[in-house]
């Protein structure tokens, strides 16, 4: 499973961005879905989760700013990020539990994306 981000840039405080990951490949199924951020000297954190079925959840910190979703026919995710905060400045991070077979189901990532928040 290949799955790439896009969609990251530079935009100033109070701004949006929409990033996408695509997935493509020999997928048999996708199960659960999310984004991580990794900001310079931090650790990977999970910023949005999405099951297969639409149920979610976020990180505190981007909770009523951030929304996630997913086009299950299409293989592609999404983040809707409003509100943007220079905290929010990182390298986001597709993950999806994916099957392709007959290997069994296993995490994949993608290369990531910046997000940059600066003024």
């Known amino acids: 499973v290949h799955l790439v981000e896009s969609g990251g840039g530079l935009v100033q405080p109070g701004g949006s961005l929409r990033l996408s990951c695509a997935a493509s490949?020999?997928?048999?199924?996708?199960?659960?879905m999310g984004w991580y951020r990794q900001a310079p000297g931090k650790q990977r954190e999970l910023v949005a989760a999405i099951t297969s079925f639409g149920s979610t959840n976020y990180a505190d910190s981007v909770k009523g700013r951030f929304t996630i979703s997913r086009d299950n026919a299409k293989n592609t995710m999404y983040l809707q990020m409003n509100s943007l905060k220079t905290d929010d400045t990182a390298v986001y991070y597709c993950?999806?539990?994916?099957?392709?077979?007959?290997?069994?189901?296993?995490?994949?990532w993608g290369q990531g994306t910046q997000v940059s928040v600066s003024s």
């Open positions: 490949g020999r997928i048999f199924s996708i199960g659960d």
């Open positions: 993950n999806a539990r994916a099957r392709v077979l007959p290997q069994p189901t296993r995490d994949y």
